[in-house]
């Protein structure tokens, strides 16, 4: 094979070799993004530094990394020893360099993603390979034992549950903030917090969780009045971004209220910011120490499984396409908001205004089954949200209003569902995210308008699966 | 395509449903491996029940199982909503029946493992989607959350850095058990458990944890007693059984000590127990109740990159063959202590005898550096350590013995490394574990020839890689 | 997991099986391409039906399909036996019904495309397992067969020198028509070819091979016209249609050629049309005899890789999407006429007129090295194609029009490159095919801008790759 | 990542680096087989290096290896570009260096492996990318071009269709020449073809088209008189060594007839010597210059597909697996004539002496049917064939020698299926080839025994498939 065209050739090795130099070195999110082909040269590159793929290896250890099934085997490009010792999950490990390389870049890639996207104030980020309940739950034990004594963390209400979980499954007492309605929008009773404050003492109190990303008509929490308080009263701040990462909006609280007040920690989920599958969150803070104890509390290794996706994705989008997919998600949502109340005026209901949510809407559903007794309305509304599961509508969230009582272990929640005890009308939710696509909108509002027509018509007898 | 070809075609994907059938209906772990594309095709199936693989689907949720890379997404098998939901980790989604079939079905096949390799009596068994530490923290948070007011974990030393972490990290405190040296073996110390009981009252103590598989030249735990006095006293009784789901030895104790006494839940790794990549453990218990309320206590969604390793890894070997491995590896446990023993008896060593350790051996190095300086001695041990790491020996531990302290925590460990404060001999230990080849026994025992020979030359000039 | 839950993931299973059972029934070429999971799923399935992966199966012949690497066996899908038998390519393998299946079918997804997009008189098609080349001489040695002593294949000149070998390779003799140059388009001169048919006698003769899609100046020949002759003088006629199913100019040659006169074949490459990798061509016909004897003339089985490749494509595709490539195409070869023009015009150069080429297009290289002697210019032009490969432009040839003379197998070419002996000025084509996206011109006119600007410059310093 | 962890990781790099570059220097077949991640780390190298895969390319050509399914183009290995030119299969591409290596390594590895296994004197060899049939075409008809005039094929007699169609497919006569039976075994009859050669003269015929494998009790041909015949009568001499390559006697022969008498070009199937899937051959010679013009007459470019399948299978293997797979094939050959035999007594049958033919072993159906009228006989022996087949036995062949007439293109085959007009006996076939495992001669006996007892049974009513 002649010189000229294996110079030419090797131009591309050249130039991809570059992408992978300039990554190591500055461990900063690419502009663009890579090719499958340039990413799995990489992943196969630091595979080969893992002990496992050794091709003199003898191991004699309890844990060598051995692999049963190839199919298990190439499913994580051959990288088979998770990240982190049993001292710290940030740790190196002596046996897998490659799989430690992983760990460190996307932890790197994250935090600049957390500065770009949050605040520049961010100081620590990294990747727990545990979805945001669990994750949210380590961050507390990590602080519990910082601040022993204190029991209590202070929740502003919010109805999903594992936000409320995490707090039980950390061995501490929730003590629940009910929203305050201002407009129709659900808003953080700052007030009743600080009253709280008063009555148990600050001792006593671990934290406030406070969640930004919420199903309407909840708004996102006044993060910067919570962090002032926080602050003024040396507790810890802990914030629930789940889904957050995406919207402009609570990144812009998170940061001001770093700023003005206090935020030690914010959660997020990686599936619902980043869209890969279900299983890692980002825990991010403004205090380097703080983030670092997180990790070192993690005890053992951990799956390495996450950060493949998580580097795979970052590296194959490139941050150029994130802010692309944050502008469309933006368009998707004045889009959706358009359509949805649109709908919502030839069924004479309305969108609910909630000007603090910039991600899910609401629209109120007054009309469903006005006629019929008080009683009997709640199931013809639930009604409506398995008529759009069975037309493949997901993610869409019916809320009856009913104010009966659900009970988790031990709490009890009045009005389960709408974040609040008594909202004045049932609803129905839908929300713009990312990666969302503009025929999705009109898919959902299409079939929407078939089963209000369905609904209005009071066809009470059953509907079977089309 | 003449009919009588498709006919003969078609037997071959008969049988294959065939077996799909028999797994969805029996739960039982096949005996014989599937080939992969009989695992693919079931993997398919399953994505296809996944809403985010519906052809017609309209997400306006904010968790719509939206994966951005195509990597990514044939990694996970297009699977991409983990498995759970906020309310229990063994909750099936609406969104995802095929996951949490996958969910259901790889649960009922470590539940087959574990009542045949086991104990018969095993009552529930779960694959928890983070490693060995940190499931057994959340096993110690659930039981906490049982018996309220009981602080302290009472736990027989083992030098692994993340069993004792996972005490702490559950915000709980422990009470340190030394061994007792029997011959030249270390074993759990009883009558101080039964001492420390009396001494902090059974309220007091939310459990024993005690611990099978560990590193020569400590024995796995006398279970049997353990479980007796936990009855008596009415204390939980947590196994570390880490990698001994591979050890004849160590599953009986288990099955033993909950026959006669009692065992609430053992927790072992998937990754050294069933060849998969780090990342996972099964929690297995004796009482129905308490495995489910710990399934319960998880807080939100997990990975199902977990369940796809074992589930893949199960069907792919099929139950016969890891009784086949389970007998190679106890073959492997002898052939090294044959080994290993003739190299020692070369160097005026011997194999440390430790009866109650069936995975784990030791061998004295009570001539390296013996012409030396006491104080100079453990430096000199410790280079065989990394002598055999540049050689490529993973898994080899060189404990010198030297008494110095390390502090985890708080809390001071003499000693560190072997499990009490002070043991006779510095000593290199090796395990025969699943999957471990002939010739990793031979290479080890080779190289380690190599480097003694060299090391007893005296040869302190530093050594490079080779 | 509950029946409703099923019942809605099996809706995404029915639907998929329903995309696959009109696919057997109806075996057209669906409308909207189909995602790769249910393209795989039917693979697997075809797989199932093929001996080698019958679980029990029991080998005993010198063919059965074992293959040693499981990434081999993975790359095709576990199919093995290829495709046909030793009496017919076309013919139905008893080990191997799937991949008998696959070839049916993609048999019949071909012939649909053709139907669509050449004629609806189409006859009958098949994929040939070899490029364009090897293909033509299998054509022409099966008309061979037909018409026993007919030794010459009249050829219009092309250019491409596997159009030229086929003949030879088949143990024809070509019989070589110059084109006539009319205005700047160079095309058929059917006064020739009367003239050479009464020459040799139409005995003597066997056909004529044809060409449509050729680089500018050469235009797509006067088909029509050759088909008359063709079915007045009872001689095959055999179109090479390399790359020109992508274009409606070339279809609709072929198409008025067979309706008004004769068109025995055409034949056209499968990567270059249907963008997979090199390696097979599509025989289509009029007479559907005459395909199935040149499928039976296929001495053997041969490799099913190829309908593989075209099976995936066609159905990831789908017809739809198909269409809209071939807008796209045409779009582009305005836009690259466009933007080319414009450049030409800076340079004092022209666009040349090819109204019969719709894919290729000319732009003169009158100016460059005018200023050297005549023996020197090709030097510099040649130049051109260098710098251009350089700069990673792919595709663009540079023809500088010299007279030298190429011999091929003892036939001398004057002026090879160029389609004719002597053509008036130096020029270099871009062509605007399949697959090509906007940007793919905009980047070549760019840098041919810079290559003409340095040239213009007469650096004739030698410049390195960059 | 600390240094020494780096250090040590890139050890791993390092020496698979080393193996690449050994490879790409001494372009000799490895003797230990790589392991699947460093076999496509090369593979993505060599892709990297094609201009299809160049980050800024700009394709403005007809042909730019765009493929547009992704997964075709994985399962490519991002490689679009086949091999060859247009004037040379060999020739290397400028758009494409990493596939030009590709072949120019396979064919290295090809020669190699040739040159230790057939003869240190093979002088060049190639991979043709489509199966043995078509290939020995190819060969016959750059013979043809070479002697002109030259029509004929003397060819020893061989049922197997595509071993005879590929003369007619490359416009040839073949001249049959009838076995002669020695003792119970079919061998050339070399004065026949002395006979016809002065019949017809040298200057009409060819070549002689020999064979080596071939089912029982046909015997490889005596290759070593028909090469003295070659050398002194100035003909060509083409062996079809169809799945000979995996036998030592057939290999032997090849080399002592190029030795003592003259061997132009032998062929051999990659798939039935080297376990890939159908779809190609190599073309290996004694005479350099002659397998450089068959490559040069293979007109236009070809799939790289093959290359592919070939590359990694012989670098996975290595030198060494090879040869101990033929030496397990060979002792399979003795294990299946000592089973069959065994079952062969019982049943009153015996196995044919064919003492040359080392792969192929028949065994007598002399009492099938025998209490039958003779015209009903053939139906009943055939029958056992395809029970045999339901069962999901491949690769038997039943041969009733019925004596009927098969006509293949106009030439009649007496006796067609037996190799000769008049075989003594019906009989069934089994071979030994490569890949085989033990089980499955067990299988085959146990399933034949089966059949042979049904059927001596005289059950005559229609079996369905199990």
Redesign the interface.
């Known amino acids: 094979?002649?010189k000229?065209?294996?110079?030419?050739?090797?131009?591309?090795?050249i130039?991809?070799n570059k992408l992978v130099s300039i990554l190591l070195k500055e461990k900063k999110w690419p502009k663009e993004g890579w090719?499958?082909?340039t990413?799995?040269?990489l992943l196969?590159?630091l595979?080969?530094?893992?002990?496992n793929?050794?091709?003199?290896?003898?191991?004699?250890?309890?844990?060598?990394?051995?692999?049963?099934?190839?199919?298990?085997s190439r499913?994580?490009f051959?990288?088979?020893?998770?990240v982190g010792?049993?001292?710290d999950l940030g740790e190196?490990?002596?046996?897998a360099?490659?799989s430690?390389?992983l760990s460190?870049l996307t932890n790197s890639l994250l935090l600049d993603l957390c500065r770009t996207h949050v605040s520049r104030s961010v100081s620590d980020v990294f990747l727990c390979?545990?979805?945001?309940?669990?994750s949210?739950?380590?961050v507390l034990?990590t602080l519990?034992?910082e601040k022993p004594g204190a029991k209590y963390v202070i929740w502003p209400r919010i109805d999903?549950?594992?936000c409320f979980?995490?707090i039980?499954?950390?061995?501490l007492q929730p003590l629940i903030i009910e929203p305050k309605l201002i407009g129709e929008e659900l808003q953080t009773n700052t007030d009743e917090i600080e009253r709280i404050i008063a009555d148990y003492g600050t001792d006593k109190i671990l934290c406030i969780l406070a969640t930004t990303?919420c199903?309407a008509p909840r708004a996102c929490d006044t993060l910067e009045v919570i962090g002032r308080l926080c602050k003024s009263h040396n507790l810890f701040h802990v914030v629930n971004n789940?889904?957050g990462l995406q919207s402009g909006k609570c990144a812009y609280s998170i940061s001001q209220a770093a700023h003005h007040g206090r935020v030690d920690i914010f959660v997020q989920?990686t599936?619902?910011n980043?869209?890969?599958?279900?299983?890692?969150a980002i825990i991010a803070g403004f205090n380097k120490t703080l983030v670092q104890k997180i990790r070192q509390?993690?005890?053992?290794?951990?799956?390495?499984?996450?950060f493949?996706?998580v580097f795979?994705?970052l590296l194959?989008?490139g941050s150029n396409e994130y802010t692309r997919l944050l502008k469309k998600r933006s368009e998707n949502y004045k889009y959706?908001k358009n359509r949805f109340g649109a709908l919502a005026e030839k069924f004479s209901e309305h969108i609910i205004q909630t000007p603090n949510n910039q991600?899910?809407i609401g629209m109120t559903l007054s009309n469903i089954g006005s006629n019929l007794p008080e009683s009997e309305r709640p199931a013809v509304i639930s009604k409506l949200g398995s008529m759009l599961?069975?037309?493949?509508?997901?993610?869409?969230?019916v809320v009856p209003c009913d104010q009966t009582v659900k009970s988790i272990d031990g709490y009890d929640f009045q009005g389960w569902g709408s974040h609040c005890k008594e909202y004045p009308y049932p609803y129905i939710t839908?929300?713009?995210?990312?990666?969302?696509e503009t025929?999705?909108?009109d898919?959902?509002v299409e079939?929407l308008e078939e089963c209000l027509k369905k609904l209005s018509k009071q066809t009470e007898e059953p509907e079977n699966?089309s």
């Open positions: 094979v002649s000229t065209y294996l110079q030419q050739g090797s131009q591309s090795k130039s991809r090719d499958d082909l990413i799995e040269m196969n590159e595979a080969l530094m893992d002990s793929n050794f091709p003199s290896r003898c191991g004699v250890g309890e844990r060598e990394g051995r692999i049963y099934s190839s199919m298990v499913r994580h051959r990288l088979s020893h998770g010792r049993s001292g190196v490990q002596p046996k360099a490659g430690s390389i460190v390979p545990t979805a945001t309940g669990l949210i739950s380590l034990l519990a034992k999903q549950k594992s979980k995490c039980l499954t950390a061995g990303s199903f789940a889904y989920s599936d619902k980043l869209m890969v599958p279900v299983g890692g509390n993690y005890p053992g290794r951990a799956s390495s499984s996450q493949l996706d795979i994705t194959s989008m959706l991600i899910s599961f069975l037309r493949s509508v997901c993610g869409a969230r839908a929300a713009a995210s990312i990666g969302m025929k999705d909108v898919l959902f079939k699966p």
